[in-house]
């Protein structure tokens, strides 16, 4: 087991394969390891195809290592996937809207002022 690496240790590592469940990695000194999907961000992740790519590098922290010295890793404290989990959680005021709600020239006067207000709190 290579001692090189801790439990709570952030390394680089490049991404050498993706499948449905997770991201297997490697470190510079050819270490693997796994990233699962439910360690990429805490909201859900659709398509794991559409956040990591094979050759693609990250940072990730160590959360285990297993008695053949691989890697478990996550990505949750990766500033780059807390920033797309925020820019994902934005939502249109449009999609506020409620279908029974009847549109018109007279509503949407009277509406786009509060749209303007909810959309500078977000």
Known sequence: ????????????????????YGAFVET???????????????????NIKKLLSEGQIVKAKI?????EGKLNLSLKDNDYFKNYERKKSKRSVLEEIEETEVYGF?????????????SKQQ
Do not use: A, C, F
């Open 63 to 67: 959360l285990s290592i297993d008695h």
């Open 28 to 46: 510079p000194d050819n270490t693997e390891g796994l990233i699962h999907i439910s360690e990429v961000m805490d909201d859900y992740v659709h």
């Open 106 to 118: 007279q509503t949407l006067k009277e509406r786009l002022p509060k749209w303007v207000k909810q």
């Open 1 to 20: 087991m290579n001692n090189q690496y801790k439990v709570g240790q952030h390394v680089k590592v490049r991404v050498t394969g993706v499948q449905p």
